[in-house]
């Protein structure tokens, strides 16, 4: 997803160390240590293992230029052990692969369990979830972390085929939301995709991490270091947007969000939603340096 853009942004060079905290397939990092040969470093994140697994393979080419790790975005810090970073990348949100995955059960268009879970250390299922909390607090889930209006009735329509033994399958979801908003319609975005974020969202944390990523980007960059972000929803790209233009460490690098290109778009419909934010870590100061 915006490839030559993360990579014009952080210039990887030689010698230099970055890391790709949303890993994935392996195509950002893939690209920074093919621009950063013969001896950049990359260290790669990610809590999903079959996305280790996939990039361990995809990079295997690059030896111990690479450094491969099944965590969370939070764990950052703690995997860099006071190693600052040339640059950084995090593409994030649901995976193609993920969403493809029936069996991991983000997607309303074929039939899973109501998992949504991006990694084995998530212990909370979507089905957990929505049986656990009581329809109050699940209308706010929705409504806070989809930004769906129809929230409530929403909320009571999930809880009433809980209460039938029609709420098993990510279809049993999707039904659920169309018995309030009305079916999915040719051209049109699914009725059900804002309910669908909002409840993997809540089941990862994804927003909690998010935030802790951008508390840490002072501390894990190198002086001239830059970060890339590419956000796909306004929850995300507020927060990328405020984390970079009100830190005291930081230079925002894109005034306004770089976007994909016709040819991106037309390619992989996704990218039509993804911003880019960057910012460089300015030089410390002696006395933050000593302190």
Do not use: C
């Given at each position: 997803?915006?490839?030559?853009?993360?990579?014009?942004?952080?210039?990887?060079?030689?010698?230099?160390?970055?890391?790709?905290?949303?890993?994935?397939?392996?195509?950002?990092?893939?690209?920074?240590?093919?621009?950063?040969?013969?001896?950049?470093?990359?260290?790669?994140?990610?809590?999903?293992?079959?996305?280790?697994?996939?990039?361990?393979?995809?990079?295997?080419?690059?030896?111990?230029?690479?450094?491969?790790?099944?965590?969370?975005?939070?764990?950052?810090?703690?995997?860099?052990?006071?190693?600052?970073?040339?640059?950084?990348?995090?593409?994030?949100?649901?995976?193609?692969?993920?969403?493809?995955?029936?069996?991991?059960?983000?997607?309303?268009?074929?039939?899973?369990?109501?998992?949504?879970?991006?990694?084995?250390?998530?212990?909370?299922?979507?089905?957990?979830?929505?049986?656990?909390?009581?329809?109050?607090?699940?209308?706010?889930?929705?409504?806070?972390?989809?930004e769906e209006r129809a929230s409530r009735p929403i909320a009571?329509?999930?809880?009433?085929?809980?209460?039938?033994?029609?709420?098993?399958?990510?279809?049993?979801?999707?039904?659920?939301?169309?018995?309030?908003l009305g079916p999915a319609r040719y051209g049109r975005i699914?009725?059900?995709?804002?309910?669908?974020?909002?409840?993997?969202?809540?089941?990862?944390?994804?927003?909690?991490?998010?935030?802790?990523?951008?508390?840490?980007?002072?501390?894990?960059?190198?002086?001239?270091?830059?970060?890339?972000?590419?956000?796909?929803?306004?929850?995300?790209?507020?927060?990328?947007?405020?984390?970079?233009?009100?830190?005291?460490?930081?230079?925002?690098?894109?005034?306004?969000?770089?976007?994909?290109?016709?040819?991106?778009?037309?390619?992989?419909?996704?990218?039509?939603?993804?911003?880019?934010?960057?910012?460089?870590?300015?030089?410390?100061?002696?006395?933050?340096?000593?302190?």
């Amino acid at each position: 997803m915006l490839l030559a853009e993360v990579v014009a942004l952080i210039a990887p060079r030689d010698g230099g160390l970055y890391a790709d905290v949303t890993l994935g397939r392996g195509g950002h990092a893939e690209a920074i240590l093919d621009a950063s040969s013969p001896g950049g470093r990359l260290v790669g994140v990610d809590r999903d293992p079959s996305a280790i697994a996939a990039s361990r393979e995809r990079l295997a080419r690059f030896g111990d230029r690479v450094e491969l790790y099944q965590t969370a975005l939070s764990s950052l810090a703690a995997v860099l052990d006071g190693r600052a970073l040339d640059g950084l990348v995090a593409d994030l949100g649901v995976s193609s692969p993920q969403l493809d995955d029936a069996a991991r059960g983000m997607s309303f268009r074929a039939e899973g369990p109501l998992d949504m879970r991006m990694g084995d250390d998530v212990e909370v299922t979507a089905w957990q979830l929505v049986r656990d909390l009581r329809e109050p607090e699940l209308a706010d889930v929705i409504y806070e972390y989809g930004e769906e209006r129809a929230s409530r009735p929403i909320a009571r329509a999930i809880k009433r085929a809980i209460e039938r033994g029609e709420m098993e399958t990510t279809l049993h979801l999707a039904a659920a939301v169309h018995r309030v908003l009305g079916p999915a319609r040719y051209g049109r975005i699914d009725p059900a995709t804002r309910t669908f974020q909002a409840l993997r969202i809540a089941v990862n944390d994804e927003l909690g991490e998010l935030d802790h990523l951008l508390a840490a980007l002072p501390e894990v960059l190198a002086d001239g270091g830059v970060a890339a972000v590419i956000s796909f929803h306004s929850l995300e790209d507020r927060r990328v947007k405020h984390a970079l233009r009100d830190s005291d460490a930081l230079a925002v690098l894109t005034k306004k969000p770089l976007e994909a290109g016709d040819a991106e778009r037309e390619e992989n419909p996704r990218a039509r939603s993804a911003k880019l934010r960057a910012a460089r870590r300015l030089p410390r100061d002696p006395g933050e340096v000593e302190a």
